[in-house]
Nanobody, 128 residues
Framework: QVQLVESGGGSVHSGGSLRLSCAAS????????MGWFRQAPGKEREGVAH???????QYADSVKGRFTISQDNAKNTLYLQMNSLKPEDTAMYYC??????????????????????WGQGTQVTVSS
């Protein structure tokens, strides 16, 4: 059974940093596509960052240059390093995983509908 457990959220001032972690279990971690999403109250869940099984990365325009997604396959753990945080980054952050896509398949790595497995979320609050 696939399980994703996020940690590392908290409250910081604008300009601060946080590193989120997502511990994965129940599947062959390194073969899956992984992503970070966030959802603020009253808003839709949005894609923040994606890392493919081949190590390729994509980011939402709003976080490019500030956030970095990475993973440690030996630890089955996904990370999101968040720097220069802004109040608009305040949200519940979720880790997500899905089956690997075959080469040449077109899909949307930052779309929440593409992912099957989700963690419970970790709250990030940035004050001005």
């Amino acid at each position: 059974q696939v399980q994703l457990v996020e940690s590392g959220g908290g409250s910081v001032h604008s300009g601060g940093s946080l590193r989120l972690s997502c511990a994965a279990s129940g599947y062959t971690y390194s073969s899956y596509a992984m992503g970070w999403f966030r959802q603020a109250p009253g808003k839709e869940r949005e894609g923040v960052a994606h890392i493919g099984s081949d190590g390729s990365r994509q980011y939402a325009d709003s976080v490019k240059g500030r956030f970095t997604i990475s993973q440690d396959n030996a630890k089955n753990t996904l990370y999101l390093q968040m720097n220069s945080l802004k109040p608009e980054d305040t949200a519940m952050y979720y880790c997500a995983a899905d089956y690997p896509r075959a080469i040449g398949v077109t899909w949307s790595p930052l779309s929440a509908t593409e992912y099957t497995y989700w963690g419970q979320g970790t709250q990030v609050t940035v004050s001005s």
